[in-house]
């Protein structure tokens, strides 16, 4: 499994950012895709998931109405939509694919499988 996460980039606060997370090497019809965000010297956060099946969505308290996640089944991307972003929004993103229940769905641990990461920069 290869997850490739883009879209980062240096924004004002209040402006709007699209992340990508490519997935391939199997099908992810039984896969949950999360969001999990890591500023500078704490540690990495959930921030959004979609199951794969179905499409339901979980969001953090932090973004819920701002962030929205969605998925492509056609071309096997998840988006993360932010609205209205805010300096403490600044961070890198990473996409991460795997099968949690759903109390290990906020929780790095219910993913085997990483992208990269993307930075998010949030100015003032």
């Known amino acids: 499994v290869q997850l490739q996460a883009s879209g980062g980039g240096l924004v004002q606060a209040g402006d709007s950012l699209r992340l990508s997370c490519a997935a391939s090497g199997r099908t992810f019809s039984t896969y949950t895709i999360a969001w999990f965000r890591q500023a500078p010297g704490l540690e990495r956060e959930f921030v959004a998931a979609?199951?794969?099946?179905?499409?339901?969505?979980y969001y953090a308290d932090a973004v819920s109405g701002r962030f929205t996640i969605s998925r492509d089944n056609i071309q096997n991307t998840v988006y993360l939509q932010m609205n209205s972003l805010k300096l403490e929004d600044t961070a890198v993103y990473y996409c991460?694919?795997?099968?949690?229940?759903?109390?290990?769905?906020?929780?790095?641990?219910?993913?085997?499988?990483w992208g990269q990461g993307t930075l998010v920069t949030v100015s003032s």
């Open positions: 991460g694919a795997g099968t949690p229940i759903l109390a290990r769905l906020r929780v790095l641990q219910g993913y085997d499988y």
């Open positions: 979609v199951r794969w099946s179905g499409g339901r969505t």
